[in-house]
C-alpha cells in the first residue's frame, strides 16, 4: 500500500525511487503486484539497472501467484530470450495461462504461436478461437489474422474454431 501511494502520490508526494524500495520489501514478502512491479522496474532499465534475468525472476514468481500480467510477461521474455533461454513451449504455456484470465495481448500471441506452428504443430483451429477472443477486445491485429488464418481454413475448421471460441470464453468468463 505504502509503494503505491509513492507510486502515484496518493496523500504524499510521488516518488518512484521511495516506492520501489517498499515495492522490493513487499515483493520479497510474496506480494505478486510488487513482483510484478520490480520485474517491469528490471525489465525497463529505468528506476534499477536493466536486468532481463532479474525481471525473468520476479515475473516468474508472480506469474506462479497467478498474475496475468506477469504470465504475459514472463512468456514475452522466455519467446524473445531476454533473460532466459529462448523455450517456446514454456512461452506458450504462460501466454495461455494468460490468455486464459482474459489478456487480449496474450490471446493474440497464442493464437500468433499456433498458427504458426512455433511450439507445437500448427492448429488453426485454436489459432482462430484465441483470435476469434483477442478481436472481441478490439486488440489490434486480431481481425486481420483472423481474415488470413480463415483463408487457410475449411469450413469444418472454421466451425470447430468458433466453438472452441465460445468455450473457452465461457471459461475466461467463469474465473471472473
Avoid at 521511495?18 to 532499465?45: C, D, I, P, T, V
Wanted: glycine fraction near 10%.
Amino acid at each position: 500500500m505504502v509503494a503505491y501511494m509513492l507510486d502515484e502520490g496518493l496523500g504524499c508526494a510521488q516518488n518512484e525511487v521511495e516506492g520501489l524500495h517498499w515495492h522490493r520489501l513487499a515483493a520479497e514478502n510474496g506480494s505478486a503486484y510488487s513482483q510484478r512491479k520490480m520485474a517491469a522496474a528490471y525489465e525497463a532499465g529505468e528506476l534499477l539497472r536493466q536486468d532481463y534475468e532479474e525481471a525473468a525472476k520476479w515475473y516468474r514468481l508472480a506469474a506462479e501467484q497467478g498474475s496475468p500480467d506477469a504470465q504475459f510477461s514472463l512468456g514475452w521474455l522466455l519467446y524473445s530470450g531476454n533473460g532466459v533461454p529462448q523455450n517456446l513451449e514454456e512461452a506458450a504455456e504462460y501466454f495461455e495461462r494468460s490468455a486464459l484470465q482474459g489478456n487480449a495481448a496474450a490471446q493474440y500471441n497464442i493464437a500468433a504461436m499456433y498458427g504458426h506452428g512455433e511450439h507445437a504443430p500448427v492448429d488453426r483451429v485454436k489459432s482462430y478461437a484465441w483470435l476469434r477472443l483477442a478481436a472481441e477486445q478490439e486488440y489490434e491485429g486480431a481481425e486481420g489474422g483472423i481474415e488470413e488464418i480463415c483463408s487457410r481454413m475449411s469450413a469444418e475448421e472454421m466451425a470447430k474454431g468458433k466453438e472452441l471460441a465460445k468455450e473457452l470464453a465461457a471459461t475466461i468468463g467463469a474465473q471472473r
